[in-house]
């Protein structure tokens, strides 16, 4: 078990990417706080890892929220006294506007959500990790940070400004054995996609990549965990692309 | 039956860390290097360890050694899963003026045309497979450039975007193709050349993780891209590097 005893933070796990990763890191050992907005669904999760046999804890959490972001953090020391592994898997892909009609709230929120949570969460939870020396941190960006995409321009922002973060924070907290990275996915078998587009054309854009392999949660699942593992002790400042081939920076 | 995984440059400190981590999986290790003694000396320790290694000389710049072996490991072990192209490196740094022909190819032979020439040969055998996955090696030099190592950055760079070229090209055969890109590295063939404790001060205050690579940071990389959790990685680069380069 490659996360035996590990105490796990993962924000957005109540469906998706997010619910992957916890589901596998209870698997590698770990002790997850199933964070989500979605209170309901993130017990649900919760009782999916307890049934796994892993120790789980479900938080309500709003990452763009600086009171409900401290409180999650509480709930995560008083329940586990510890944190090794932070996750920013929450985000929003939504609404779908050009810049031209794109509102000043839109705007905000998805800044706010995408990037915004990094800090809010990152802020939490670095001073446990540096006072223990070491910790991971994996924030979720994505490929639309590197090439853009129409009409998704506060989407696109927002994930290039999480790439720029993590380098960033890498920078700042390498010292103290904590590692940042990011992982970019393309488009991925989950609820996002569906979100603005029918299934047919999500089945579509999904088949349409090199590598005949449809992107599931799993995948993305499988190098986060690898990021908060031993083997990946030595990689820090990364924006790792897992995306079937679609795009190669 | 186990994966059988052949690696270029198996003798030397990378290569051994990636041949010891893949066989302590399970793995079946080819080790391949110029230095014939080395390989055997890897695979020695891998057996005695209870893994399977087997060990061989090659120079990976020479077409008909390279098809001589690879046609010798296919019929000896009926497969090739995995092709870690390690064989590389130079230590020459000079100004560009002071470079001669001879030396740029010698470069350029050394690690792009060594990774060419394997995966010329090693890449039908996977495509007729339907599976298979190969790992060059490259540099953050290849991404950031290094004054005094014109040849050297030129051919990193090569093998980055010759890799996305093979990924796209293996693709529909389930064939992936990606690269490591090591940053720093304590291997034995450099501290030949530098000592630790210089290494300590060129380089660990630059690294935010307060060190160089250790051979095994870097195996775990190449180890990993062998498993199924990376199925839907082709074409990528991964930087191993501590943080000195975050491109």
């Known amino acids: 078990m490659r996360l035996k005893d590990k105490v796990a933070v993962v924000t957005g796990a109540a469906q998706g990417i997010g619910r992957a990763t916890v589901l596998m890191m209870g698997r590698e050992g770990a002790k997850v706080v199933v964070a989500d907005l979605q209170a309901e669904k993130a017990q649900t999760v919760a009782n999916e890892l307890h049934a796994l046999g892993a120790e789980a804890l479900a938080v309500e959490v709003d990452v763009a929220d600086e009171t409900s972001v401290k409180r999650m953090a509480r709930n995560t020391f008083e329940r586990f006294q510890r944190a090794d592994i932070l996750v920013n898997v929450a985000g929003i892909y939504y609404p779908k506007a050009s810049v031209v009609d794109l509102t000043e709230e839109d705007w905000d929120r998805t800044i706010n959500v995408n990037v915004g949570s990094n800090f809010l969460c990152c802020r939490e939870f670095v001073p446990a990790m540096r006072a223990q020396k070491s910790g991971r941190i994996i924030s979720l960006a994505s490929g639309i940070g590197h090439y853009g995409m129409r009409q998704f321009s506060h989407y696109a922002a927002s994930k290039a400004a999480v790439m720029g973060f993590v380098k960033a924070l890498a920078r700042e907290v390498g010292p103290d054995g904590i590692t940042v990275n990011a992982i970019c996915p393309g488009s991925a078998n989950t609820s996002m996609p569906r979100q603005h587009r029918s299934e047919e054309e999500v089945m579509e854009r999904l088949r349409a990549t090199p590598l005949p392999h449809i992107l599931e949660p799993e995948d993305i699942a499988g190098s986060i965990v690898f990021l908060a593992s031993d083997a990946a002790a030595f990689i820090t400042g990364q924006s790792y692309n897992i995306n079937s081939g679609t795009y190669m920076f | ?247």
């Open chain 2, 1 to 247: 039956m186990s994966s059988v995984a052949l690696i270029t440059g198996g003798g030397g400190g990378i290569g051994g860390a990636v041949a010891r981590r893949m066989a302590a999986a399970g793995i079946m290790v080819v080790i391949a290097d110029y230095d014939g003694g080395a390989a055997e000396k890897v695979k020695s320790e891998i057996v005695a360890g209870g893994g399977n290694a087997d060990a061989l000389a090659i120079d990976v710049t020479v077409a008909r050694e390279v098809n001589a072996v690879v046609a010798d490991v296919a019929k000896r072990y009926g497969r090739i899963d995995i092709l870690a192209n390690i064989a590389g490196g130079s230590a020459d740094t000079k100004r560009i003026e002071e470079f001669t022909w001879a030396q740029w190819k010698e470069v350029m032979d050394a690690n792009l045309k060594g990774t060419f020439l394997m995966c010329r040969e090693v890449a039908p055998l996977m495509q007729k497979q339907k599976s298979g996955r190969i790992i060059n090696t490259a540099s953050n030099y290849g991404v950031t450039g290094s004054a005094l190592r014109t040849p050297y950055a030129a051919a990193k760079a090569g093998i980055i975007t010759f890799t996305k070229s093979l990924a796209l090209e293996l693709a529909p055969d389930l064939v992936r193709a990606n690269t490591v890109a090591p940053g720093p590295t304590d291997t034995p063939r450099v501290m030949e050349k530098e000592s630790m404790e210089a290494r300590k001060q060129r380089w660990w205050p630059q690294i935010p993780l307060g060190r160089t690579a250790l051979p095994q940071d870097l195996a775990e990389m190449y180890f990993f891209l062998t498993t199924p959790q990376s199925a839907a990685i082709t074409g990528q680069t991964f930087h191993v590097n501590g943080g000195v380069v975050m491109p």
